[in-house]
């Protein structure tokens, strides 16, 4: 046990999550909800996940490490504007298909602020998580079989994009199923 955290034995691992504004939020869990009832995809519900761009992933993370660097980060960001513009899939076997944020210059510093904060405690930063290969994205569907990926492609496509909001808050969760470790709200409160 490492600090008030308890790891979970069947822990696949952790990551840090990027949460929205409850507007935008309402507006993409349409999607979600559409591919429920018509039974294409409810993995991300089941796993009882929230909503989010994943920021940094990794199998093996010590929280109570993360959680000072993240609460210093979040603290001297300010919201995020966003605006998820286009669809897409991921070229793995989960079948997943997001809803994918403009790649602002702003989203990108970010990221890579982020990226820097991190490597400079020494934490190993896999490759899809670099600043030069991360691919922002809002996963809305997983394990969508093959021969449905059209119709949820069709669901997405109805949504009307973009559809834009802020990014709010920044949280480390552990999965499968998802918890929630501790997110702290993006507020710019410390002094440059």
């Excluded at 959680?67 to 960001?77: C, D, L, P, R, T």
């Amino acid at each position: 046990m490492v600090g008030n955290y308890r790891p979970n034995a069947m822990s696949q691992g952790y990551a840090i999550e990027l949460y929205f504004d409850p507007a935008l939020e309402n507006q993409v869990l349409k999607a979600w909800n559409v591919l429920a009832q018509r039974q294409i995809s409810t993995q991300l519900i089941e796993i009882e996940s929230r909503l989010h761009i994943t920021l940094f992933s990794s199998p093996l993370i010590e929280p109570a490490k993360l959680e000072n660097i993240v609460k210093s980060f979040a603290g001297k960001q300010e919201p995020l504007p966003l605006s998820f513009s286009s669809i897409g899939s991921l070229p793995n076997d989960k079948n997943v298909l997001f809803l994918a944020p403009t790649p602002t210059l702003s989203l990108l510093q970010f990221h890579s602020q982020l990226f820097d904060a991190l490597k400079k405690e020494g934490i190993e930063i896999g490759e899809e998580y670099r600043p030069d290969s991360w691919i922002p994205h809002c996963p809305v569907a997983q394990e969508v079989p093959m021969i449905r990926m059209g119709e949820a492609f069709s669901v997405l496509r109805d949504l009307k994009l973009p559809v834009t909001g802020y990014a709010m808050v920044i949280g480390l969760v552990e999965f499968s199923p998802v918890r929630e470790l501790f997110s702290f709200v993006l507020s710019n409160t410390v002094e440059a």
